[in-house]
Every structure is written in structure tokens, then in C-alpha cells.
């Protein structure tokens, strides 16, 4: 259990923590009112949670690269754990009536099916590196969810639908990138 899988333990542990913050009412903590949408100190803190375990995600790999601190078990926690915090924040969203069911459904379909592809893959001993699309609708997926989380702040004051745009680009961008990484590695598919 080196330090790069701790950081990846870290991020597991972290989703039922942002998922307490958004979705338990906390009362006591209070709120604030930008552009006539009330924001929650504890949505505030699910966010900058949400952030935080994000960012863990590109620094488990630096680390483990860096260091060649890369294990098995870690090229299995990692891409689990990135799937379980996209997901229950994307559920938490659609629970919430911020985000519509079927976008949530898009996202987290194309990144079980690309799971699915490297399982595959693995399975014939190849490996499915990220791509430069895939790191991109990561970014875009985070921006997205911490925009929602936040209900548009700071862009609400302004009436610019900042978090619609980002979600919008990050679904085009799951969408394309999904379908790179099938066209790219189709060999890896059995056809009988």
C-alpha cells in the first residue's frame, strides 16, 4: 500500500462524504442568495470536497509514475474510484433536480463502456491508455459537476449559464471521446 494508492483510497472515501454534504439538509450551517438562487454552505463544502478528491485524481498517477510506485492494485483503484465519484455525484445531481436523467445516464454508460473495453484489453494483455480527449472530458465533467453543485456561482449573478454550457461541452466531449476509444482499439473487440 504505497502512497500514490493511499491518495486513490482517499478518493473512495471521499465520495460518501461530498454525497452527505449535498444531499443531508444542514440547517445550521446557513446559506447565501446570488443572483436569486439560494447556495448552501454545505453545497459549498460538498463542492470544494468534489474538487479536492478531483484532484487527487491526476496526482495518485503522478506520484505513482514518478516514484514507479505503479501497481496492479492501483491501475484497478483508480479508474474504479474516478467512476464512483463521477457517478454518485451525477446521481446526487439528478436527485437533486439539477441534472437531467439522461445525461447522467450518457456519462456514466460511456464510462463503464470504455471500463468494459479495457477489461478487454487487459484480458488480452494490452493496455488502453488515456487519451488527450479522455483527460479533456474529465476536466470538462468536473467543471461541470462543481458549476451544479454550486448552482452557476459566481456566473448566476451575471445570468450567464456558465454550469449549462460546461455540461453541454462535457457530454458532447464524453460522447466523442467514447467513440475514439472504440475506433482506436476496435481490434481489441471480438467480431464472433
Same mark, same amino acid.
Given at each position: 500500500m &504505497?502512497l500514490? &494508492?493511499? /491518495?486513490?483510497?482517499?478518493?473512495?472515501?471521499?465520495?460518501?462524504?461530498?454525497?452527505?454534504?449535498l444531499?443531508?439538509? =444542514?440547517?445550521?450551517? @446557513?446559506? =447565501?442568495? %446570488?443572483?436569486?438562487?439560494?447556495?448552501?454552505?454545505?453545497?459549498?463544502?460538498?463542492? #470544494? *470536497?468534489? +474538487?479536492?478528491?478531483? *484532484?487527487?485524481? @491526476?496526482?495518485?498517477?503522478?506520484?505513482?509514475?514518478?516514484?514507479?510506485?505503479?501497481?496492479?492494485?492501483?491501475? =484497478? #483503484?483508480?479508474?474504479?474510484?474516478?467512476?464512483? #465519484?463521477?457517478?454518485?455525484?451525477?446521481?446526487?445531481?439528478?436527485?437533486?433536480?439539477?441534472?437531467?436523467?439522461?445525461?447522467?445516464?450518457? +456519462?456514466?454508460?460511456?464510462e =463503464?463502456?470504455?471500463? @468494459?473495453?479495457?477489461?478487454?484489453?487487459?484480458?488480452?494483455?494490452?493496455? +488502453?491508455?488515456?487519451?488527450?480527449?479522455?483527460k479533456?472530458?474529465?476536466?470538462?465533467? /468536473?467543471?461541470?459537476?462543481?458549476?451544479?453543485?454550486?448552482? &452557476?456561482?459566481?456566473?448566476?449573478?451575471?445570468h450567464?449559464?456558465?454550469?449549462?454550457?460546461?455540461?453541454?461541452?462535457? %457530454?458532447?466531449?464524453?460522447?466523442?471521446? @467514447? %467513440?475514439?476509444?472504440?475506433?482506436? &482499439?476496435?481490434?481489441? +473487440?471480438?467480431?464472433?
Open positions: &504505497n500514490a &494508492n493511499r /491518495i486513490t483510497l482517499a478518493r473512495i472515501f471521499l465520495v460518501p462524504v461530498v454525497m452527505i454534504f444531499l443531508v439538509q =444542514f440547517d445550521n450551517l @446557513g446559506s =447565501f442568495k %446570488v443572483g436569486g438562487v439560494h447556495i448552501t454552505y454545505s453545497e459549498c463544502i460538498a463542492a #470544494l *470536497i468534489f +474538487i479536492i478528491a478531483a *484532484i487527487t485524481d @491526476g496526482l495518485d498517477g503522478y506520484i505513482a509514475r514518478s516514484r514507479k510506485m505503479v501497481t496492479n492494485l492501483g491501475k =484497478f #483503484l483508480d479508474p474504479l474510484a474516478d467512476k464512483l #465519484l463521477i457517478s454518485a455525484v451525477l446521481i446526487s445531481l439528478v436527485e437533486m433536480q439539477r441534472l437531467d436523467a439522461w445525461i447522467a445516464v450518457v +456519462i456514466i454508460s460511456r =463503464f463502456a470504455v471500463t @468494459g473495453l479495457r477489461l478487454v484489453a487487459a484480458a488480452e494483455g494490452l493496455v +488502453i491508455a488515456a487519451s488527450k480527449l479522455g479533456w472530458k474529465t476536466v470538462l465533467q /468536473i467543471v461541470a459537476v462543481a458549476s451544479l453543485i454550486l448552482q &452557476n456561482f459566481p456566473f448566476e449573478t451575471w450567464f449559464p456558465f454550469a449549462t454550457i460546461m455540461v453541454w461541452a462535457a %457530454v458532447i466531449m464524453t460522447i466523442v471521446s @467514447g %467513440v475514439e476509444y472504440f475506433l482506436k &482499439n476496435k481490434k481489441v +473487440i471480438p467480431l464472433a
